[in-house]
Each structure stands twice: as C-alpha cells, then as structure tokens.
C-alpha cells in the first residue's frame, strides 16, 4: 500500500498531537525536575542561615519553572 506526502504529515501531525497530549516527561525532563526538587529541599535549608544564597537559589529554580518543569 502506497502513502502519499498528504497522509503522511497527517499522520505525523496526529502521531505529535497524541504525545503531546499524553504529557509523558522525557528523561531530561525527568532530570531537570529532579533537580529543580533538589534546589528547592537545598533553598528550605539555606533559608535561615544564608538569604542571598536562598535568593540565588529561588532565582535558579524560576529559571526551570520557566522552561515549564513544574511539579
């Protein structure tokens, strides 16, 4: 059976809608939520005893959210 270009990108198109909806994390994604978790146990710790640290922390866990890892 022969597919043309047409069917082709149709399907590819419904082949990426289904990935995307099924919102399964890729294993860099899985390590970057990993670490953005990480940060945020380290940045509860630091919090009483190093602001600026906790702050430098903070900013680097938006940075992931912003990549759009949320927990």
Known sequence: MKITRQ?????????????????????IGMEILSIKDALVDIKMGVDYHDEELANDLELQIDRLLRLGYKA
């Open 7 to 27: 069917q082709l990108r149709r399907i590819i198109k419904e082949e990426k809608q289904k990935l995307l909806s099924e919102n399964v994390p890729s294993a």
